[in-house]
């Protein structure tokens, strides 16, 4: 059934999401103090953590077998609408500079396409077919992982490119914010965040929103700790291609050893800027090609190079 031919079935299913509910104690809350409107949403988000803590051995659980698929060398890719869709893009194009990697290993994908993270394109999340082409240009692989985003859980696109991706024998994640949600019951791993109606009623960019990021922040920096991006919480695999990323690899090098200006800077040149070469041949007393050499068989994990080097 799709929304169009039938209004009044989606207003009754609508009716029945939690994230759509009503709340008749907010109905007067435009004729409060701007600071007790404040205090209202503060107290909303305050509740959303705990939500999402109520999910962390499902979210773990989907964080392990995606790493493991992305250390075979597997993309993550994240399919929404409208909001959810701008966060699975935001949390993608912020891997390459916080982790160095490829912007093809984790990637965004919104029902619409680009012009839907600025405007809305109206109809695109009601299309199921609309996320199966948009899967085919990635051209899925088995070791490929598909993140559904929807607060609903109910969201065309979203289903969709689910049951595309497990067609194609991919691993496959649903996240939602309403119980017993379709999209959950897609995936090969449900999560479902509930974080109850929201103070503006069916505005989902607020509180489901909030939840959403929270569990993609946990899906790539926990991914990311997995493959060895990190060292310790030091983001480790930087490369100093500006002034400022210099300046941040000096000072991950230095927490990270203790050792002194000098010698940091001779590790970065020896080492063309690489900061986990430089800290290897700084903890481990190499040089920089048996640094690398180090690393390359420790598939870049820093703590199993220094391990393997002693």
């Known amino acids: 059934m799709t929304s169009t031919s039938h209004p009044r079935h989606l207003r009754t299913e609508l009716e029945s999401l939690t994230t759509e509910a009503f709340r008749p104690e907010l109905a007067d809350i435009d004729r409060l103090p701007t600071l007790d409107i404040a205090r209202l949403m503060n107290g909303e988000d305050a509740t959303v953590a705990g939500a999402v803590a109520a999910r ?17 060398g597997g993309r993550l890719v994240y399919a929404g609408a409208g909001t959810a869709g701008r966060l699975g893009i935001l949390d993608a194009s912020e891997c390459p500079p916080t982790f160095n990697t490829d912007p093809s290993r984790v990637v965004g994908l919104i029902a619409g396409g ?36 929807s607060a609903s859980g109910r969201t065309p696109y979203a289903i969709g490119a689910v049951e595309h991706a497990r067609a194609r024998g991919c691993l496959t994640i649903g996240l939602a914010c ?37 569990v993609l922040n946990m899906i790539s920096t926990i991914t990311m700790i997995r493959l060895g991006k990190t060292y310790g919480n030091l983001m480790v695999d930087v490369r100093a291609s500006n002034d400022k990323l210099r300046a941040r690899s000096h000072r991950i090098v230095a927490l990270a050893t203790g ?52």
């Open 56 to 72: 962390l051995p499902e979210i773990a659980a989907a964080i392990d077998a995606v790493a493991q698929r992305m250390a075979r």
């Open 114 to 149: 680009p012009d839907a993270v600025v405007t809305s394109v109206e109809g695109a999340e009601d299309s199921r077919d609309l996320a199966r082409t948009d899967l085919e240009s990635l051209a899925l692989a088995p070791d490929d992982t598909v993140v559904g985003i």
């Open 178 to 214: 309403n119980p017993g949600s379709p999209l959950a019951a897609a995936a090969d791993h449900g999560i479902e965040i509930v974080v109850g109606p929201e103070l503006l009623t069916g505005s989902t960019r607020l509180k489901s929103g909030t939840a959403q990021k929270l």
């Open 259 to 310: 050792a002194e200006d000098k010698e940091i800077e001779e590790a970065l040149t020896a080492t063309d800027g690489e900061v986990k070469n430089a800290i290897l041949t700084i903890l481990a007393g190499v040089d920089g090609p048996t640094a690398a050499r180090l690393l390359a068989e420790s598939d870049g994990h820093l703590r199993a190079a220094l391990a393997a080097s002693g």
